[in-house]
């Protein structure tokens, strides 16, 4: 009996033994896994992968010069790259068509040489007796080619989608720098933490974007609704909305019971008005203004929209 309880024990002891020295054992990799220094390598292409992609999201500069080739001058089906002054708005790459691009809704025009580059000139500046002997657009031709080269006289807000907005929001420096920090906090386990902090961070994004694409909507609904005036075309007067409403075109306005808002810049020709510059120079009190004067000398003067015949 007491042979048998001791070749027992020491059967247990050997089993004890051989379970400890296998738990100390270190298991061997997979032979299928990859070098560490190949994962390292890995990590590190895709990291400055992703440096590279947003700094090019965040900096005009950078991004012209990786994806676009430096050109002596503007052709047709290139792009152009538009830094304004400081404190006059964000730079762009915009698209060339046939001989300008536009830019901040103001139209860009560039001569045969594709080197100068001018704002759109408007009809301004001539002798005042041009402007009375003016005839306006006598030929359907005439009028097409003004339209196309200035466009409707509207200014419409273009109200991007929401996921558009929230991908430019949240793909920012901010953003992206709040997401690399939250996402750190994987690396303790706190999972609950970093998802939390990653949720609030995309809440307030939308609510950014949410405020934004309302005061926009603010914006276009602050439009006037367009009114039908009478414009001088073909030789005959026809009755046509004020956005059809061209430079150099002669349109009559007639007295009426209520106010009548033309969002142009015209010269007053004959007759007289009363004109409320309140949105433009403040005055609260109605102007009244005179047909201009062409008699003599001052049939001669240059029209100055900016102050003697304002």
């Keep these: 009996g007491g042979v048998g309880i001791e070749l027992a024990e020491a059967e247990f002891n050997s089993t004890a033994i051989a379970s400890q020295m296998h738990a100390q054992e270190r298991k061997l990799p997979n032979p299928l896994l990859p070098e560490f220094w190949a994962v390292l390598f890995l990590v590190v292409v895709f990291i400055l992968h992703c440096l590279v992609w947003f700094i090019q999201r965040w900096s005009l500069r950078v991004r012209a010069k990786v994806q676009y080739t430096t050109e002596e001058r503007l052709k047709e089906g290139e792009y152009a790259l538009v830094m304004p002054h400081k404190h006059q708005g964000a730079g762009e790459i915009l698209p060339v068509k046939q001989n300008h691009f536009m830019y901040q809704r103001q139209k860009y025009e560039f001569d045969v040489s594709g080197t100068a580059v001018t ?7 001539k002798p005042l007796k ?12 005439d009028a097409a080619a003004a339209l196309a080269r200035y466009g409707t006289n509207s200014l ?6 929401f996921k ?15 997401f690399f920090c939250a996402s750190l906090w994987l690396l303790d386990e706190y999972w609950n933490y970093a998802l939390f902090n990653m949720f609030a961070i995309g809440a ?11 005061n926009m909507q603010a914006l276009r ?11 001088y075309r073909n030789g005959q007067w026809k009755e ?14 007639s007295k009426t019971e209520g106010d009548v808002s033309i969002p142009c810049d015209a010269l007053l020709l004959a ?19 005179e047909a201009v004067d062409i008699e003599g000398a001052q049939g001669e003067e240059r029209l100055d929209i900016e102050k003697a015949h304002r």
Excluded: H
Aim: hydrophobic share 40%; with cysteine.
């Design 130 to 141: 041009e402007y009375y002997a003016a005839t306006g657009y006598q030929t359907e031709a």
């Design 240 to 253: 046509l909305s004020a956005e059809e409403l061209l430079p150099g075109d002669i349109f009559a306005l």
């Design 204 to 214: 307030y994004e939308s609510s950014v974007v949410f405020g934004k694409t309302k």
């Design 221 to 231: 609904g602050m439009k006037k609704q367009q009114v039908l005036v009478k414009i």
């Design 119 to 125: 704002e759109l000139v408007m009809p301004v500046g």
């Design 156 to 161: 419409t807000i273009e109200i991007p989608s």
């Design 271 to 289: 007759g007289s008005a009363v004109v409320n510059e309140a949105t433009l120079t403040g005055e609260s009190t109605p102007q009244m203004k």
């Design 164 to 178: 558009d907005s929230f991908c430019k929001q949240i793909l920012g420096p901010v953003p992206v720098f709040q």
